[in-house]
């Protein structure tokens, strides 16, 4: 068949419809101005048309060097049209970025954290030390030597932190792999065993011990906001976030409730978290309620509730190591060892989930009165009160 039968001068007076440069090239136009490109081809006997672009964008030099070869794919036995589709699916892969997909993993797992993950620190692992590095690379090129180099600055050092970054990284890639794209899922397992065990050791938040706890108890006397939110915070055995945000829309009477997306470890409950509250937690709320802003007990200066850092300041300004959160080992030190309180309930004041997903399905309680009886003990200890012994029957 003869080619070339067209001229680049001579399209442009072309009429509208169907112009034949040979060898199965066609330029069709709809109208003076527009047209487009098409390849009539015979692939695996079957008659088949393949669209080259439009005309004029795509000149007619440049329709005969894509028409030959297409030309050429179908002597070597392939099919050009479905060579070209995989051709656009590659491309459109590589350029799914580690950045666009970790941020994609992290805005689907956002109804799963705490408080939908406002705070970000899930994603901030993630993106202070690995997008850095590799976030601008396709997520399909990703391998372990990459996640390696991202983690071996802080491997040993800040080992809790690079855990929790290559962990994430971990979801992050099983997710890039269910939006189909080719990636190595196993990166991150190899790039372990690549960085090797981390030789720091995370260490606990050092605890008052319990005997000592009712000295530091009672020092906190003032009445100010930090000095009342420590002190319901000892009594509760809740972690500080509770506590900062607790609203008196969450009281009633003797029993405080925590919405459930305030509780950490508790991802995806649906229930909300009952506290019973001691006579003394009852008495530091109502002189919590002098300072009350807008329903929060514990209101910052500036902000709509103290900072995360308030009550730990207050310890380091006397010279203690140790912290808000260590009172909660405190308590369950003492229910460990002063009291005959069974392992579930103990755990419950904590604020803990107990046994497995089948047993919690046919328990049903919260200890709720078990935890009250407990909780008020521990409020005379720390008070200093007299309060009679606790024995706990075994259900």
């Not at 047209?35 to 005969?64: H, Q």
Request: aromatic residues 6%.
């Amino acid at each position: 068949m003869a080619k070339n039968r067209l001229s680049a001068r001579a399209t442009s007076a072309l009429e509208p419809g169907k112009h034949c440069d040979g060898a199965g090239l066609w330029l069709v136009k709809s109208n003076r101005k527009a047209g487009k490109w098409v390849l009539r081809i015979t692939v695996f006997g079957k008659r088949r048309e393949m669209g080259l672009g439009p005309w004029p964008d795509v000149p007619l030099s440049e329709a005969r060097e894509k028409a030959d070869a297409a030309r050429q794919e179908v002597r070597n036995g392939q099919d050009p049209i479905r060579a070209r589709t995989e051709r656009r699916r590659d491309a459109q892969r590589s350029l799914h970025l580690f950045r666009d997909i970790a941020r994609d993993a992290y805005e689907a797992r956002k109804s799963e954290l705490k408080g939908d993950g406002v705070a970000g620190r899930w994603f901030s692992p993630i993106e202070i030390h690995v997008l850095p590095k590799i976030g601008s690379i396709p997520v399909t090129e990703i391998t372990q030597i990459d996640l390696r180099d991202c983690l071996s600055p802080i491997w040993h050092t800040k080992s809790e932190t690079a855990r929790k970054a290559l962990n994430r990284t971990s979801i992050c890639l099983k997710h890039a792999a269910a939006l189909g794209l080719d990636v190595d899922i196993q990166a991150p397992e190899k790039a372990r065993a690549l960085l090797g065990k981390p030789r720091h050791t995370a260490k606990n938040i050092p605890s008052v011990p319990w005997s000592e706890a009712p000295a530091f108890y009672q020092s906190l006397a003032e009445g100010s906001v930090t000095h009342l939110a420590l002190r319901l915070l000892m009594l509760t055995g809740v972690r500080s976030r509770p506590i900062r945000f607790m609203h008196l829309d969450q009281i009633d009477g003797d029993t405080w409730t925590i919405p459930a997306e305030q509780i950490k470890g508790r991802r995806g409950a649906t229930s909300d978290f009952r506290v019973p509250l001691s006579l003394e937690a009852q008495e530091v709320i109502a002189e919590a309620n002098r300072h009350a802003r807008d329903g929060f007990l514990f209101p910052g200066t500036r902000k709509r509730v103290i900072s995360d850092a308030t009550m730990a300041q207050l310890m380091e300004r006397r010279g203690m190591d140790e912290r808000p959160h260590g009172f909660r080992s405190s308590l369950r030190d003492w229910l460990a060892e002063a009291t005959d309180a069974r392992h579930e309930v103990a755990e419950t004041i904590l604020g803990h989930v107990v046994g497995g997903h089948v047993e919690r399905a046919y328990r049903r309680t919260d200890y709720l009165d078990q935890r009250r009886a407990l909780l008020e003990r521990w409020a005379a200890h720390l008070t200093g009160a007299p309060c009679a012994a606790v024995k706990l029957a075994i259900e």
